[in-house]
């Protein structure tokens, strides 16, 4: 169930909101006057969403290129993946 807090518990009760989104990996929404304007969460779940939207963006453009037949030998690209290392 998501944890809906007043915007003055920011301020108030910052330390029990940074204890929440740590422990259960979910945002906090903050409200303002009555009405939804933030959404807090820890660090680690901020980067692992970020981390899964470059992946389905990378996978979308594998999927994009096989449709355009934009495809090369697989030992080709592993050869290049090693160059850059």
């Not at 940074?18 to 945002?27: G, I, L």
């Not at 592993?78 to 290392?85: E, N, P, R, T, W």
């Amino acid at each position: 169930m998501p944890s809906i807090r007043p915007s003055s518990d920011l301020r108030n009760k910052y330390v029990e909101i940074s204890q929440f989104c740590h422990k259960y990996n979910e945002p906090v929404y903050i409200t303002k006057n009555g009405q939804g304007d933030l959404a807090v969460m820890s660090i680690e779940t901020y980067e692992k969403l970020v981390g899964k939207f470059e992946l389905y963006k990378l996978l979308d453009e594998g999927i994009d290129a096989m449709q355009k037949k934009k495809l090369r030998p697989f030992k080709e690209a592993l050869a290049d993946i090693q160059k850059g290392l």
